[in-house]
């Protein structure tokens, strides 16, 4: 019998927002009329073009909250209006932007924001004629960055030292959009003149090239799953549609769809971590997502999220940015045209609140896995790779780490003999006669049930001298254990157990809560369907 409903981890993936009393507001974007996203997100900042003389940009920690205040200190980039941002994939610090003003300019921004507005930048790159387009960095090798400038020349920089490793010529007009592959080995190109152009990004050499899409409108291409090639663009009729293309034959699309007529351009973004592929249009209000795989039609529609605010920019949040405790999978910043900063999460439903480990593979490390040497030698090479989040590491860790079993049971009462935690207890022949002291210190421990709470030290054991002189008492008889004695609590033994400890409890709390809010929304819903049966 033939399968109706296609089988995917991510059918069921849907958008729920942040609430607005936990965003930000009165967010200022430029005007400007470009076709670029203005906005770019990592785990620590948002940025985003704004208003303003010359050719601003602001740099705001994603944990803020609430109205931005209009001194609020911004980066003093440009002389001429700012194009575009991009985040560096290796230091959460480091952020690039280009302009109309021919140049490319590196930043360094201090891990708890701005306290004043920055000037100054790291690295001023220098070598376009006219306005740089579009700039990239490259996702393996350190300090990597390609640029796109209107005279229809492309530069290869190395961010270390300043210095232009490559310039790329042979582009006929303007280019629209760059994108590296997976290993940074090719990159492809969108152009004014409707070519599509795969090249190598040692060399600059052109390695395939195919038409696009008909429209005079700008496109846009990025690789997804296998090497292949995803574009967006127009139709003759001003119709806007997405392709998938093969490298070896780019004009001829695997697949086409139309999607609706507009005149906003389609920007796609890939996870390559789920194979989603997100459209979004500038001024549009709605976001559409697909699945990339292997299964003919190849690119499966799952669902559209519609707001009622048409979007000014947007930002897509990296996977270490993510909470997988919830499943969520992706995470959209969404600049509106009224100022407010839209967080839109999107989750993959699951019963079960452990970590997911077919929704999180190892993503993308901040640790590169080539220099900018390395790079120029042609060497090539898949990217360094690390566990979504800190807690989904510890457990394969911890197993190697188990406390001994045999160190925890309490000895028989035929074997009992003074012990002491934590450290051995020197023979009886070498210990020191004991001394006055102030009364022993309280030794906190972890109770599973009650917390933190303090455990007197045993006293000292007396010396085996003065206990051979007394009359030897024969031991009394051995009794159940007293019920109204409180159980004593299990000591961790490093610190790394006290933090397991601590990660469980909170895992059922985060449990109850979850529950309690499932039975307080369906009692809310009862009570509603009783009051309409009425």
Known sequence: MAQIVRQSKFRHVFCKPVKHESCMSDIRVTEITWDSLFCDVNPKFIAFINRGAGGPFMVIPVNKIGRIDKDYPFVDAHKAPCLEVAWSPFNDNVIASCSEDTTCKVWVIPDRGLSRNLSEPAVELTGHQKRVNTIAWHPVANNVLLTAGGENVMFMWNVGTGEALLEISGHPDQIWSINFNYDGSQFVTTCKDKKIRILDSHTGEV?????GHEGVKPQRAIFVKDGLVLTTGFTKRSERLYA?????????????????????????????????VYLVGKGDCAIRYYEVNNEAPFVHYINTYTTNEPQRAIGFQSKRGMSSEENEINRIYKLTTKGVVDILQFFVPRKSDLFQHDLYPDT????????????????????????????????????AKKANILSTLAPTAAETVPTQSY?????????????PSASPRPRPVVDEDMGIVPMREAPPSRPASSRASRTEIPPKEEKGPDPMKP???????????????????????????RRIRML??????????????F
């Open 244 to 276: 998938l293309r093969a490298p070896e034959d780019l004009s001829t699309p695997i697949v086409e769809e139309e999607l609706d007529t507009s005149n906003g351009v389609l920007f796609p973004f890939y996870d390559e971590d789920s194979g989603l």
């Open 520 to 533: 307080e929304e369906e009692i809310a819903d009862r009570n509603m369907s009783n009051a309409y049966s």
């Open 423 to 435: 450290a051995e207890r020197p023979p009886s022949s070498q210990q020191p006669s004991p001394r």
């Open 487 to 513: 159980k004593q609590a299990h000591v961790p033994q490093n610190m790394d157990e006290l933090l397991d400890d601590l990660m469980k409890m909170k895992a059922v709390l985060r449990q109850h809560e």
């Open 207 to 211: 390695l395939h090239e195919g038409t």
């Open 364 to 399: 993308r490390s901040t640790i590169p896995a080539l220099t900018a040497e390395e790079f120029m030698e042609g060497k090539n090479t898949a990217p360094n790779r690390q566990p979504v989040n800190a807690a989904a590491a510890k457990p394969k860790v911890q197993v």
